[in-house]
C-alpha cells in the first residue's frame, strides 16, 4: 500500500467521526484555527517568503508567470481577509443534520429528508495558499473529510499552515486528526485520482490544464469548471453610461477572474458602440473582432467583440461559444431580460450588471469551495450547502411492503 | 455525422424549447399521453405478443431469464399502473422555475436561485416497456428533453409506445418533437456514452452488469446504482415478531428488486435466531453462513445470516459489504436507532420497517426515473426534483464589482 493510499484509507475511516461530532466542536476548531493562525503570522510571513524566493528564480528564468507569483504571495490584506472567512464560516447556520421535509407515509412510518456531509472530499489547488484555509474551513463546517493536494510553488506555506491547522485541532481532543490532511508530490494526483473506492468528489481549483487534465483522468465526480468564458449582450435599449461601467468592471476589475468577460455581444441598432470601443480602449483594453476569438478565455486586458443582429442571435452565441459560467445582458426592456435569463444555459445569468459578482462572497456564502459549470450536484458558487447531499431516514412500527402491495393498507403521503 | 449524432444534436437544440413550454402545455401534452394509451391498448398488446413469442425462444433456449421475460409481459395491472403513473405526475407541482430563494445583496441588487431542467438526459433501460412511459413522463413535466434506449427484446413494444406518444405530443404544436427520442441498436449505447459535450447526464436502468459497463465508459455523469445490497440488523432489544414479518417481507415480497435484504446481521444477544432462521426456511428461503457471500446480490429467495459482537460491528459491516442503498435496523432503543442512521452511510437508512420501501412511489414523488447510490445530485429514489437543476439569476442597475472592492459600497446580504 503506498502512502498516499494509506492516507486516503484513513481519512475514509475518519470521515464518519468527523460527520458525528457535534457542532460545537466543529467550531471550536475552526476558532481554534483562525486563532493560531493570528498567533504565528510571522512563520507563515516566513515559510511564505521561502516560497517566493524560489518563484521569483522561476518567474526571472520564464518558467512562471508574475500572475503566478502574486496569487502565491501573502500580504496583511489577504491574511485579514483569510482569518475573517473562518470566522464568516463559523457564523453559518450548521449544514448537516438539517430536515428538509418529513412525510408521513401512512400512521406510524415517517420519512425524513435529511443533510449530511458527502463524505471524503479531495481538493486539488495550485499557488494560491490562502484558498486551503477556506477550503478547510467549509470541510470541517460541513463535516466532510478532506485530502488537500498543494501546489509545488506554495509547498513551504502550505506546511505552514497544515502544521498550524493540526495544532489548532489538536486542542479539540475528540477531532480525529486524520480526517484532515495534506499532500504535496506531483505523483500524488494520480494515485488519489485513482482512488475512486474511497474519495466521493474531487474539487480542482486551478488552470483550465489543470481542471481538464483532472476531469480527463478520474471516475470520480468532479465539481467545478475548466474556463470561464462570460459574455455581455448589449441590447438595442441598453443605457450608454451603465453600459460602459459595467463592461468595463467586468473585464478590468480582475481581469484574470473567471468571471471576467471575454466578449461582448452588441445589438447592431445599440446606437454607442464606437463610444463602448473608444472607452475600453482608453482603459487599456485591446479590442479584437475576429471569429477565431469566440471561444477565447484572454484572462488579459483582451476583449472580443461582435456586433449580433438580434436578442435570439445572441443567446445562440453564447450557449455555443460559452462556457455556462456566467453571462450579463444590459437592456431597459425587462421582457429580453427575462428571456435572456431563462434561454442562456449558464448558472449565473444576469441583468444590467457585471459578470464579477458571480462569487460566493458577493453571493453572501461566507466562503465559496469554487465555481461549478457542472448540471449535477452544486451550480454556480459553491458554499457549504454544495458540500452537503441528504439521505432518507424512514421510521416505522414494523410495517412490511406486503400490506401495501395487497391492499391491506394504503399509503397517504402527509406532509407534516 | 451519424444517425445518432444527429438526433443528439436535435435533441440539444430543441431542449431549451421544452424548458420554456408553459407548463399548462406540457401538463396537455401528459394527458395527451396517457389518453393516447388508453385508446390504442390493442396495438401495445399486439406488438408486445411480438417481443413475447421472440423472447420465448430465448427463454427455452436458455438464452433470456423466466425472469427478464417477467419484466417485457405487460398485462391489465401493469398497464393501469403505467397511465395512473401519468395522471400521478400531472398532478404534481412544476419542478422548474421555482424560487429556492432571494437574497438582495445590496440596494437594487437582487439574486434569486431558481429551478431549471438539467437539460437533456439520456436513459437506457432493459426489458420493462413500462419505464419508458414513466421516464418520459417526468422527463415532460420537468422540461428536461430525453434520448431513451430500449432493450432489444422490448423493441416492438418500445416502438409501438413511441408512436403512440409521438402522436399524442403533435396534438400539442408548439410541443418541439426532436426533444423525446428512442434509439434502438446496441451500437448506439457507445456513440450516446461518448457525446459528453451534448448530454447533461445518463440514467441506466437495469442489470448490475449495464450499469457497470456504462459507468466505465462514459465521461458524462451517470445516476443511479450498480447494485443493491441491503441489509437488516437485528438488534438484541429488537421484537421478535415483528423481526420476523419485516425480515420475511424484505426477502421474499419481491426477490429480484433491488431493494431486498440481501444479509441480515443479528446481534449476539438477540434470543431468537434459531426462530428467526426457521421461519424464513419455513417460507422457501434459503439462509448461507458463509464470509465469501457479504458481497453477494442473490436477488433471489437466499439470505446471507451473519451474527455480530455490537451495533458498531454491524454499522462497521454494512459500511464495508454494502452498496449504500438501504439498511434497517431493528430494535426498541431509539438510541441504536439514531446511531445507526447515521453512521450508516447510505441513501435510505430506516427503523423497524423493510428495506423495500425504499421506492419513489412509495415515498410519494408520484414516480421516478431510478433510485441513485450516488452522493452528488441525487440520493435514493429520484422523482421530478431530481431531475432538476438551479441557475443564479442577479437583477441590477448598474452595479460594477469596483465599487464593492474599493469600500464605496458595502453588501447587506438580506433575504428577501
Known sequence: MTEITDIVKKAYEAKTKLYNLDIKLRDEALKNIAHEIEENK?????????????SQKKVDEGKLTQATFNRLKLDENKMRDMIKGVYDVINLENPINKVLWARELDKGLVLKKITCPIGLIGIIFEARPDVMVQITSLAIKSGN?????????????????FEIIQNALKKTPEFPLEAVNLIFSHEDIKSLLSLDEYIDLIIPRGSNKLVTYIQSNTKIPVLGHASGICHIFVDKTAKRELVENVTLDAKIQYPSACNAVETVLVHKEYPYLNELKNHLIENGVKIVENPESYSCEYS?????????????????????????????????EAENAEKFMTMVDSAGVFHNTSTRFSDGFRYGFGAEVGISTNKTLARGPVGLEGLCIYKYRLYGEGQTVGDYAKGV???????I
Open 145 to 161: 473529510a478532506v485530502i488537500l493536494k498543494g501546489g509545488s510553488e506554495a509547498e513551504n506555506t502550505n506546511k505552514a499552515f
Open 42 to 54: 510571522d512563520k507563515i510571513y516566513g515559510a511564505n517568503k521561502e516560497d517566493l524566493i524560489l
Open 300 to 332: 488579459d486586458k483582451i476583449l472580443t467583440v461582435k456586433t449580433v443582429n438580434s436578442l435570439a442571435e445572441a443567446i445562440e452565441h453564447i450557449n455555443k461559444y460559452g462556457s455556462h459560467h456566467t453571462d450579463s445582458i444590459l437592456t431597459e
Open 409 to 415: 393498507k394504503q399509503f397517504h403521503h402527509r406532509d
